[in-house]
């Protein structure tokens, strides 16, 4: 075990960054975060800000030098990093891990090697791959492979020739196009695993999304307790597969027959996770701790239901038109004395940037339901 006092090293300086900084602080640990943003949200926070790029080789033997272990706080950070971390210190999750997850023709080729069902896909790496679809592929969605995140990179099309007009309008980069499924539910599964390969899950949640990214959680998900058992042992087996070490959350479908189909994975803490927080034993931030240090995991039951709100940058803005920031009226969020507020500290709010989240807690589900709801209604978010 890596004992506290040591140093933790983190790649990537956002909000999830932030969190697990605060997290092994109150722990004992001391944080490096390597971020190039001087005003990066975990920078601010960390007990040291090195303000780099992730491939800058001073750098990186720095964080080799200093940090007993290394995590990454997004999955878009280049992996080689992580493998050239890897010589020197524990890197959790691992290189090959975090590759897989952040390229879709890998992640889907991943999945359905090792028995996972998930939507009918092609991987479309020239136009020649857009003609002779199998059928029953279309409708579907174009995804970039890379890159992509919270609806970015993504086209809906019908016909063939709509899937080559997206190809092309996605600068002819590697893309996977999707079927089309008839979605009942989307949920996500956190899985904190251990360098023995000890495996936990939280309870399943439950995700609304608005414009591509997410909007509403509700924990636990409101299905069938079987179909919640076999959500958790996908995500624990997916997580095994990998070898992953740290927090993983798995996204699934849940179609109109029942039946649960793996959409992608996060090799970090997710933002449908914020509600471990408030409302279970252990946050997936002190996981993400306990996992890199090799402590013993802790406990996932949830201590409350909860239901979680994203704020992004619009409840700045007056009006969808309004060029002027206004602050929004947190008093009257905070009149609920079991809603918990996280602000980021985010300088800059933008239409669609991620700046916080309210976590309501404590009740019945249609108590904090409501108050989830009277909290959106008084920031101008829809419901």
Known sequence: MIPPGSWLGVLGGGQLGRMFAQAAQSMGYKVLVLDPDPASPAG??????????????AALDEIARICAAVTTEFENVPAIALERLAVAIPARPSAAAVRIAQDRVLEKTFLSGHGFAVAPYRALSSEADCAGLPPGLLPGIVKTARLGYDGKG???????????????????????????IAVALEISVLIGRAPSGACVAWPVAENGHRSGILDRT?????????????????????????????????????????????NEMAPRPHNSGHWTIDGAITSQFEQQCRAMADAPLGDTAAHSGAVMVNLLGDIWFETPAATALREPDWNAVLADPSAKLHLYGKHEPRRGRKMGHVTCVGGTLESRLARAARIKRILGIPD
């Open 154 to 180: 993504q086209l809906v099309v019908a016909t063939e020739a709509e899937v080559l007009a997206a190809f092309r309008n996605l600068k002819g980069q590697p893309c996977v196009l999707e079927k089309r």
């Open 44 to 57: 601010a926070v960390a007990d040291r800000h090195l303000l780099a790029g992730y491939a800058d080789d």
């Open 218 to 262: 509700i924990v636990p998900a409101r299905i069938a307790p079987a179909l919640s058992d076999d959500a958790r042992s996908i995500g624990e087996r997916v997580a095994a597969r990998l070898d992953y070490v740290g927090v993983l959350c798995v996204e699934m479908f849940v179609t109109d027959d029942g039946r649960l189909l793996v």
